[in-house]
């Protein structure tokens, strides 16, 4: 059975970083993709970014590009989030996700069947 566990939220001033950690479990790299999520109180959950399990191809939503970088460790299953200059409005907990790699519907929560617990974001000065 898969599972994930996110690591490295934190409170961090407006303008810094905080890289987030999602080591994934108990998977079959086939036709799948680890994708990050983010959800503020009252809102659905919203796709940041994915990376392909099987050719490590990427994808990010419109409001972090440039700002963060997905990447893997597929010696160590692990997929991080590097989140740079960020800002105010990216407080949320940030959830690491497991589904089929759908290509470009990547963001839609629907086709994740594995979350992680998340991990709190807080960009406050």
């Known amino acids: 059975q898969v599972q994930l566990v996110e690591s490295g939220g934190g409170l961090v001033q407006p303008g810094g970083s905080l890289r987030l950690a999602c080591e994934v479990s108990?998977?079959?790299?086939?036709?799948?993709?680890t994708t990050w999520f983010r959800q503020v109180p009252g809102k659905e959950r919203e796709g940041v970014a994915c990376?392909?399990?099987?050719?490590?191809?990427?994808n990010y939503a419109d409001f972090v590009k440039g700002r963060f970088t997905i990447s893997r460790d597929s010696a160590k299953n692990m997929v991080f989030l590097q989140m740079n200059n960020l800002k105010p409005e990216y407080t949320a907990v940030y959830y690491c996700?497991?589904?089929?790699?759908?290509?470009?519907?990547?963001?839609?929560?629907?086709?994740?069947?594995?979350w992680g617990q998340g991990t709190q974001v807080t960009v406050s000065a």
């Open positions: 990376i392909s399990n099987v050719d490590g191809r990427t």
């Open positions: 108990g998977f079959t790299v086939s036709y799948s993709a």
């Open positions: 996700a497991f589904g089929f790699d759908v290509g470009s519907a990547w963001s839609s929560a629907e086709y994740y069947h594995r």
